[in-house]
């Protein structure tokens, strides 16, 4: 029997990471990046698997010396601690295994430095290695050469993850995008035909997370509608689980923008318990949409972006998004159109970050080709590799800073919080839904659970937060939500949630103002490279996973 060790390196803070928050949350970040389990579940019975994340705990490199194969997975955000673990682990002549993003698209980095190294999906080369492992025969590189059969993965080992100290819960259900968004390594990774697991797969993780006493799920794919027609019966099947569980679990994800082109799929999405969903908008522009090939999200029938934004809205989804600047299209007034356009969506969670070129995406290989891409990417440019061309990189800087000030400021992020939930009397589908007039104990047992969570999270997010203006502020915001939707504890809860957020957001926001002057920290350039793949990531349009999510040792961020 073996003894082996599965690493994850801390992020920095990023827009997404909730760090800011996340002791008024209870919580020590939040949620455990999808492939670790997953992993862990491939490893053959006979062998001891420990998983550590450095997200919720310390690195024990006492710990790690005594394990026969040491093995990380990261992301391109996590890859000066990568790079440090690796060093220390050499230095102790510890044998290393290295996947996931970054070994992926930047492999030449980890070079000399892993002794093994896996670049794309791994589901089968990881098993595939241990065998050999066992022979004494591996080989230094796996490179899988087909897709993964989603429907052959095992149950991941939920079991060794400490699923306490995390907001939420992450599961995969496919892979895969049609779409071809020259930004985006999905395609290129993952394919444009899209995988999914079984049914009674995913019924067996939301069977693992109920046992295991989480309540809130990141269902992690990258666009979980990207085969409408496969996810429906699906989608079916957690709405029949979440009535046989008294709508136990909460979910959310990432989607395209054609969901709301597809009643059904809205209507379905409710009824399975998704709440909220991250979209790629990206940007206002047309042009620039047109330019990145995001066009899906250009459809005249369709109606405008905002349309279809309060569209999704309108059947109970909350909606997240992500909004890229530095397109070829943008010029500097790019940023000021922003603040407007979430307004008028009523998106109050938005990442803007400027446009990265991520290596193996059309973006890359082009601005390779036009000599436009900026080898010493650091603390001038944000974190981006981008040459501009429709602004200076100075302008790029400050705008970015302007956009994230103006959008983030308390009055402009409570005005689209309440523009939704105090004017728009915003309902969640799942709170609307036939099921509850039937389970009226369940209903009740849901309120009082939430009334109390409410008035629990509202008191310490008053009194953990320093400045006693933005103090008042919050607690101004939480009365009024509380004498508005009083009888309904779900969505009371959501927003003292939401609140708690803005603080986290707005430390960041000092911190990008902070920086304009001078050298840009590293947890300033993750906030404005990273994505959420979208929220723990997995992929916004940014290019770095802030959904911290990916699913397999070597999914590119």
Not at 61 to 83: I, P, Y
Not at 322 to 338: H, R, S
Not at 540 to 547: A, F, K, L, M
């Amino acid at each position: 029997m073996a003894d082996i060790v599965i690493v994850n390196p801390r992020f920095n803070t990023s827009f997404w990471g909730m760090e800011h928050c996340m002791s008024m949350l209870g919580k020590h970040a939040n949620l455990p990046v999808a492939c670790l389990p997953l992993l862990a579940a491939l490893v053959p019975a006979h062998h001891q698997v420990t998983i550590i994340d450095e997200n919720i705990e310390e690195v024990d490199f006492e710990r790690l010396a005594r394990a026969d194969m040491v093995c990380l997975t990261g992301m391109s955000v996590q890859g000066a601690r990568l790079l440090e673990i690796l060093e220390e682990l050499r230095v102790r002549n510890i044998f290393t295994v290295v996947g996931g993003p970054m070994a992926t698209v930047e492999p030449e980095i980890i070079e000399g430095l892993a002794d093994v190294i896996f670049i794309g999906e791994a589901d089968m080369t990881w098993p595939q290695f241990i065998t050999e492992w066992e022979a004494g025969r591996h080989a230094h590189r796996y490179e899988q050469a087909g897709k993964t059969d989603m429907s052959t993965l095992p149950l991941p080992r939920l079991d060794l993850l400490k699923s306490q100290r995390y907001m939420f819960g992450s599961m995969q259900i496919s892979r895969g995008c049609p779409f071809t968004c020259e930004f985006c390594d999905i395609i290129v990774t993952f394919g444009r035909k899209p995988r999914l697991k079984s049914t009674d797969q995913v019924i067996a993780e939301l069977d693992a997370y109920y046992c295991a006493g989480t309540r809130i799920v990141f269902v992690v794919d990258d666009n979980l509608i990207g085969n409408k027609k496969a996810i429906k019966p699906i989608l079916r099947e957690i709405a029949n689980w979440q009535e046989a569980h008294a709508y136990a679990l909460t979910l959310f994800t990432e989607a395209s923008l054609d969901l709301a082109e597809d009643e059904e799929l809205m209507n379905l999405m409710g009824r399975a318990g998704f709440q909220s969903v991250f979209i790629g908008i990206e940007s206002p522009d047309e042009a620039s949409l047109k330019e990145t090939k995001k066009l899906q999200n250009i459809r005249e029938r369709a109606g405008t972006l905002v349309e279809r934004v309060r569209r999704i809205q309108d059947h109970g989804l909350d909606v997240w998004c992500g909004m890229i600047v530095g397109f070829d299209n943008d010029k500097p007034q790019a940023f000021d159109v922003l603040p407007g356009f979430l307004a008028e969506a009523r998106i109050a969670h938005a990442l803007i970050g400027l446009l990265h070129a991520i290596p193996t995406t059309p973006l890359f290989d082009r601005l390779k080709s036009e000599g436009r891409l900026n080898d010493d990417a650091g603390s001038d440019a944000f974190g981006t590799n981008v040459i501009p061309l429709g602004m200076s990189p100075a302008s790029l800087r400050e705008g970015l800073v302007r956009a994230t000030t103006m959008s983030y400021s308390a009055p402009a992020y409570f005005d689209r919080l309440d523009k939704l939930f105090v004017e728009g009397r915003f309902k969640f589908a799942v709170h609307q839904l036939p099921y509850w007039r039937n389970h009226r104990l369940a209903w009740m047992k849901s309120c009082i659970e939430n009334y109390i969570m409410f008035a629990v999270l509202a008191l310490r997010v008053v009194r953990q937060i320093d400045d006693r203006t933005i103090a008042r502020r919050y607690r101004a915001q939480l009365l009024r939500i509380a004498r508005s939707r009083m009888f309904e504890p779900q969505l009371l809860f959501t927003y003292a949630i939401k609140t708690a957020m803005h603080h986290h957001y707005a430390t960041i926001t000092k911190s990008l103002v902070a920086s304009a002057g001078g050298p840009v920290p590293e947890s300033v350039r993750s906030f404005s490279r990273t994505k959420s793949r979208r929220l723990n990531s997995q992929q916004t349009s940014q290019g770095n996973r802030v959904d911290q999510a990916s699913e397999n040792f070597g999914v590119t961020d």
